[in-house]
């Protein structure tokens, strides 16, 4: 039987009856290892100092098992909530459609991220994605068709992902975002043309049709002493220069938006 505990009166409770538990053992326990082993006459004549040592011995084994079983079911519940504990931060950090990392788990993975770089003296790059035409998809082929979308599109960044060691994560309703460590200008652009032409060449099924989706990916480069809301923002301008140019292609941030250090 699960035991609740929710209130200071529940612990009381709960304290008490392990308490109670824990005597009665004790006593049941000293009394039948004393009459199994000086027997029931009690006007036989024994030693003191072996009353004492025997004592002594029934004591320590008594306490000592008691206190290894409690001690024992306390640490499976301290595993037990350190495992729920973990398993939650990590729910909590996921986005629970994609699975990919929610905007929290990104941010919390990506400030590290930052830091080695920046003690490495390596660049970094952000970058953001986000679907074209996706308000259109949900109003042509309804919300699970959007949601099918949206996992097709993190299936392709997710392998891009395992593949070059990129952090990635849904940074909110249909947009992405990414962070490479360590590559050069040219090589993001590179990196982001590609994750574009998979994105384009995806079959995505929507109802009884599959339709082709395409994505705009804006990206800023830094170095140094950068902070992550910075990139973010500069790479999110990126984006809606993307957006503007067309749709469906890759735009750099202008250099001079981000000062390098």
Do not use: W
């Amino acid at each position: 039987m699960t035991i609740q505990i929710n209130t200071h009166n529940d612990v009381l409770r709960h304290t008490a009856r392990r308490v109670a538990v824990a005597t009665g053992l004790t006593i049941v326990m000293t009394v039948t290892t004393l009459l199994l082993i000086l027997g029931t006459d009690f006007d036989a004549t024994v030693r003191v100092g072996y009353v004492i040592g025997f004592s002594l011995c029934v004591a320590t084994g008594i306490s000592a098992m008691l206190a290894g079983a409690l001690s024992y079911r306390s640490a499976r519940l301290m595993r037990e909530l350190t495992l729920t504990r973990i398993e939650m931060s990590r729910i909590s950090q996921t986005d629970q459609l994609t699975g990919l990392l929610n905007r929290r788990g990104f941010d919390d993975a990506a400030v590290p991220a930052l830091g080695a770089a920046r003690d490495a003296g390596v660049p970094v790059v952000a970058f953001m994605c986000d679907i074209d035409h996706f308000k259109s998809i949900n109003d042509r082929f309804g919300h699970e068709a959007g949601d099918k979308v949206l996992v097709g599109m993190a299936d392709v960044l997710r392998r891009f992902a395992r593949k070059d060691g990129v952090l990635v994560a849904r940074y909110g309703g249909e947009e992405f975002a990414a962070l490479m460590i360590g590559i050069a200008s040219d090589q993001a652009e590179q990196y982001a043309e590609e994750i574009r032409k998979a994105c384009a060449a995806k079959q995505i099924l929507t109802g009884e049709t599959s339709e082709r989706v395409t994505i705009s990916i804006g990206f800023t480069v830094g170095r140094g002493e950068v902070e992550l809301a910075t990139m973010m923002r500069i790479a999110d301008q990126a984006l809606y220069a993307a957006k503007r140019r067309g749709r469906d292609r890759v735009v750099q941030a202008d250099k001079r938006s981000l000062e390098i250090a």
